[in-house]
T-cell receptor, first 113, second 115 residues
Framework: AQSVTQLGSHVSVSEGALVLLRCNYS??????LFWYVQYPNQGLQLLLK??????LVKGINGFEAEFKKSETSFHLTKPSAHMSDAAEYFC???????????FGKGTRLHILP | GAGVSQTPSNKVTEKGKYVELRCDPI?????LYWYRQSLGQGPEFLIY????????DSGLPNDRFFAVRPEGSVSTLKIQRTERGDSAVYLC?????????????FGPGTRLTVL
């Protein structure tokens, strides 16, 4: 069965510092991978997705993620954190040609002034 | 260009009661999904529809949970004999297709509290 593991339920970074949120997936074949963001009292919003094209995927709000098959990882990064980035971030996986999305448990990102 | 809407936004009920949660997908989206998000957890898949039929209901936890989409648009998630453990945010999403590439657009959710 496919799954994702997010390392760290809470991550704190200073404003202007690098953001790195870690995600590892488990799958017998490279799946489709996603990062979603959930701002307080708002719905889930897609940040970016990997669908077997370029391994470095750029998303909204300056975020990007790199698919590394050898490490079964899909870590999310942003060069410079902004206060508005404070939110819950979910890594997710979907089987190739599949439908349902399997989410990780989430990482809450805190931005320190 | 309305997004996915869900009603009610909040529902408080008593243990043992029956509840219905409604989802209005984005117009023209053929696929509709229900997820459940418990406190401190990621969303958990419940069921998905392609058109009017349930294509995958493997995530429904037990037979107290049922969902319908009679006209291929609006969907209703029905929970019978609610239990305190059913308390969660129920999310609905829709997509234009069912390829893993198709983006699922999420609604704001219905927060269900079972007392």
């Amino acid at each position: 069965a496919q799954s994702v593991t997010q390392l760290g339920s809470h991550v704190s970074v200073s404003e202007g510092a690098l953001v790195l949120l870690r995600c590892n997936y488990s799958s017998s074949v490279p799946p489709y991978l996603f990062w979603y963001v959930q701002y307080p009292n708002q719905g889930l919003q897609l940040l970016l997705k990997y669908t077997s094209a370029a391994t470095l995927v750029k998303g909204i709000n300056g975020f990007e993620a790199e698919f590394k098959k050898s490490e079964t990882s899909f870590h999310l990064t942003k060069p410079s954190a902004h206060m508005s980035d404070a939110a819950e971030y979910f890594c997710a996986v979907s089987p190739r040609g599949g439908d349902k999305i399997i989410f990780g448990k989430g990482t809450r990102l805190h931005i320190l002034p | 260009g309305a997004g996915v809407s869900q009603t009610p936004s909040n529902k408080v009920t008593e243990k043992g009661k029956y509840v219905e949660l409604r989802c209005d997908p984005i117009s023209g989206h053929t696929a509709l999904y229900w997820y459940r998000q418990s406190l401190g957890q990621g969303p958990e898949f419940l069921i998905y529809f392609q058109g009017t039929g349930a294509a995958d209901d493997s995530g429904l936890p037990n037979d107290r949970f049922f969902a319908v989409r009679p006209e291929g648009s609006v969907s209703t998630l029905k929970i019978q004999r609610t239990e305190r453990g059913d308390s969660a945010v129920y999310l609905c999403a829709s997509s234009a297709g069912t390829s893993g590439k198709d983006e699922q657009f999420f609604g704001p959710g219905t927060r269900l509290t079972v007392l």
